[in-house]
């Protein structure tokens, strides 16, 4: 076991390593994306909706920053051979994915300080409750972080991850009450909203910025994307 906890802690060690080659990049969109996102959006919209603006913005990084970067990240270690090759080495391939998941996951907690300080100060948003924005942020991440990574696994060819991680990431952010609160939609139209994950992802971050005990409901949901993505990719993973 000891063993296995080591390897993992050494596979994330090497993943965080090769984030720092994108650091300028990463830089500029921890800071200056979501202050230019929450500046446009949020003084546009009236004030009752603007803690809905900070948490849709952190809802997008975690469907940018964690879907699109997980997905493309196993997709490249796959197209390069690293993936095969760390797996004959003996490390088992789970392991070696969720560590790519992971690293990237826990990367974008970074940002969040930051869109939490610039909602703070630019949009008054204020957290209500800490210990609900953080099981809500952790378990959005695990799910994100899930979804890449059957995105990543589930499709062979690099360019169409590439290409379908960021549609789907967009969707995900902008066709979703993300925004904005679900009883803006028609009821017809509602009930899709629930089939998107980050309509959960966002309303979960949002009731825990009022301190409302109902941002738990919504972390449950989050929480059984998040299963039913696991089940899927160790489907995957059996059937390489």
Do not use: D
């Not at 390593?17 to 650091?23: C, N, P, T």
């Not at 949020?42 to 909706?49: C, F, I, K, Q, W």
């Not at 993936?83 to 070696?96: A, N, R």
């Not at 993505?229 to 160790?234: A, P």
């Amino acid at each position: 076991m000891s063993n296995i906890v080591t390897e993992f802690l050494n596979l994330l060690g090497m993943q965080f390593k090769m984030i720092k080659a994108y650091l300028p990049v990463f830089v500029f969109f921890s800071v200056m994306f979501p202050l230019g996102v929450m500046l446009v959006f949020g003084y546009v919209a009236v004030s009752s909706l603007t803690p809905y603006i900070v948490s849709g913005t952190i809802t997008f990084y975690i469907s940018i920053g964690v879907l699109t970067s997980v997905a493309q990240s196993i997709a490249f270690e796959r197209s390069k051979g690293r993936f095969s090759l760390m797996v004959s080495t003996g490390i088992p391939k789970e392991l070696y994915a969720i560590s790519i998941a992971l690293s990237n996951g826990i990367s974008t907690l970074i940002v969040v300080p930051v869109i939490l300080i610039l909602g703070h100060y630019l949009l008054h948003v204020e957290v209500r409750s800490v210990p609900l924005l953080v099981v809500s942020l952790l378990s959005s991440i695990f799910m994100g972080s899930m979804l890449g990574m059957t995105l990543g696994l589930g499709i062979r060819n690099i360019y169409a991850v590439n290409q379908y991680s960021s549609i789907i990431s967009f969707v995900l952010s902008f066709f979703a009450p993300v925004y904005f609160p679900p009883t803006l939609i028609p009821l017809p139209y509602r009930f899709l909203t629930l089939i998107e994950p980050t309509t959960y992802v966002s309303q979960a971050l949002y009731y825990s910025f009022i301190g409302s005990p109902e941002s738990l409901v919504w972390t449950l949901g989050i929480l059984v994307f998040g299963a039913f993505f696991v089940l899927l990719n160790r489907y995957v993973l059996a059937n390489e």
